[in-house]
């Protein structure tokens, strides 16, 4: 049977160690604090002190592999499963320099829009059989013939005390772009480089939603795109001259504006879905949880072959600044 445990757990990074967040050995408020494990308050008994067991055991293994190195890999609750998902929420880093992965949890997919029963199943973009990947689209737009998207929403999905700005891009594809979870879209910011006069060189955002975007149509996909910014230690202020071109291109983008791009690129970070008992477990930082959160849409909030199949369970871990950088909280909490 399928599950999304959903897990929080703060390691500091620090020059010479990284020290494991305390655990609780009682629930604590659901705004738990960035050193603490949180659990919902409507969990109760046994399921809650197994959770909070694995936990404690994750937290020891993740402080003492693989996250000892920078190189990081780049959630909805699943709705037809709720009763059955361990919810534990946030716990976060307190820097940007984060070396170890901290958590927070992501969901992915707004809760006014979980299907029901009686709604069109999400199977009209699927390969025969669904796990089939030796059809999946790769590089059918390139950089001298783009192709034009043009934006639907752009909001921005952090909090005032978050360390930047960080946006939530929907872009309409009319269908014309297909694409996998875990692939990249290219961009194409506007312009020219100042230093030759050529046009911008096209940049990679991994994609945020399902093939079948957040509108469950097909015909849109989203971006999780953070401003690129510089500070100035002289001018104590930003400084526009060495902003990121195209990053800054997308969050100041409007609903109708249009945008150029390329791909889909990438087929390393598809999901194995041959094997419906094959375990996720999913780390990352910052907007490196955009592909993640295409994953558990598919699994757990879109009545796709690959959901109905799947009797696994996926771990999600996010390391961020602060709690006002916990990207897609929002989706998680009304989940």
Same mark, same amino acid.
């Given at each position: 049977?399928?599950?999304?445990?959903?897990?929080?757990?703060?390691?500091?990074?620090?020059?010479?160690?990284?020290?494991?967040?305390?655990?609780?050995?009682?629930?604590?408020?659901?705004?738990?604090?960035?050193?603490?494990?949180?659990?919902?308050?409507?969990?109760?008994?046994? @399921?809650?002190?197994?959770?909070?067991?694995?936990?404690? @055991?994750?937290?020891?293994?993740?402080?003492?592999?693989?996250?000892?190195?920078?190189?990081?890999?780049?959630?909805?609750?699943?709705?037809?499963?709720?009763?059955?998902?361990?919810?534990?929420?946030?716990?976060?880093?307190?820097?940007?320099?984060?070396?170890?992965?901290?958590?927070?949890?992501?969901?992915?997919?707004?809760?006014?829009?979980?299907?029901?029963?009686?709604?069109?199943?999400?199977?009209?973009?699927?390969?025969?059989?669904?796990?089939?990947?030796?059809?999946?689209?790769?590089?059918?737009?390139?950089?001298?013939a783009p192709f034009t998207g043009k934006v639907v929403s752009t909001k921005r999905i952090v909090g005032p005390k978050a360390t930047g700005e960080t946006c939530h891009i929907?872009?309409?594809?009319?269908?014309?772009?297909?694409?996998?979870?875990?692939?990249?879209?290219?961009?194409?910011?506007?312009?020219?480089?100042? @230093?030759?006069?050529?046009?911008?060189?096209?940049?990679?955002?991994?994609?945020?939603?399902?093939?079948?975007?957040?509108?469950?149509?097909?015909?849109?996909?989203?971006?999780?795109?953070?401003?690129?910014?510089?500070?100035?230690?002289?001018? @104590?202020?930003?400084?526009?001259a060495k902003k990121g071109i195209c990053s800054n291109f997308l969050c100041d983008t409007q609903a109708g504006d249009e945008v150029k791009m390329t791909g889909p690129?990438?087929?390393?970070?598809?999901?194995?879905?041959?094997?419906?008992?094959?375990?996720?477990?999913?780390?990352?930082?910052?907007?490196?949880?955009?592909?993640?959160?295409?994953?558990?849409?598919?699994?757990?909030?879109?009545?796709?072959?690959?959901?109905?199949?799947?009797?696994?369970?996926?771990?999600?871990?996010?390391?961020?600044?602060?709690?006002?950088?916990?990207?897609?909280?929002?989706?998680?909490?009304?989940?």
């Amino acid at each position: 049977m399928a599950k999304l445990i959903l897990a929080a757990a703060t390691l500091l990074a620090s020059a010479n160690a990284f020290t494991p967040a305390v655990l609780p050995s009682a629930p604590v408020s659901i705004h738990a604090s960035s050193t603490s494990l949180g659990m919902a308050a409507d969990e109760s008994g046994s @399921k809650r002190k197994r959770a909070l067991k694995t936990l404690a @055991k994750t937290a020891g293994v993740l402080s003492s592999v693989a996250f000892a190195t920078a190189g990081l890999p780049p959630p909805a609750i699943a709705a037809k499963k709720a009763k059955e998902i361990v919810e534990v929420v946030e716990t976060v880093d307190n820097t940007q320099k984060l070396l170890a992965a901290g958590a927070g949890v992501i969901a992915a997919g707004a809760a006014a829009i979980k299907l029901t029963s009686g709604e069109k199943a999400q199977d009209f973009l699927e390969a025969d059989p669904f796990w089939d990947q030796s059809n999946v689209p790769v590089n059918v737009y390139k950089n001298k013939a783009p192709f034009t998207g043009k934006v639907v929403s752009t909001k921005r999905i952090v909090g005032p005390k978050a360390t930047g700005e960080t946006c939530h891009i929907v872009i309409d594809h009319k269908g014309d772009f297909p694409y996998w979870e875990g692939q990249s879209w290219g961009v194409i910011p506007p312009g020219n480089r100042e @230093k030759d006069g050529k046009p911008h060189s096209v940049r990679l955002y991994s994609i945020a939603s399902s093939r079948y975007g957040d509108d469950m149509t097909g015909n849109t996909g989203s971006l999780c795109v953070r401003r690129a910014t510089y500070w100035c230690p002289e001018l @104590k202020a930003d400084d526009p001259a060495k902003k990121g071109i195209c990053s800054n291109f997308l969050c100041d983008t409007q609903a109708g504006d249009e945008v150029k791009m390329t791909g889909p690129a990438g087929k390393v970070m598809l999901m194995p879905e041959e094997d419906p008992t094959t375990d996720y477990i999913m780390v990352a930082t910052g907007t490196g949880i955009a592909p993640f959160r295409g994953f558990v849409r598919r699994l757990f909030m879109e009545d796709t072959p690959a959901a109905k199949a799947y009797k696994g369970q996926a771990w999600l871990f996010l390391g961020v600044a602060n709690s006002d950088a916990l990207l897609y909280d929002d989706e998680f909490q009304d989940a």
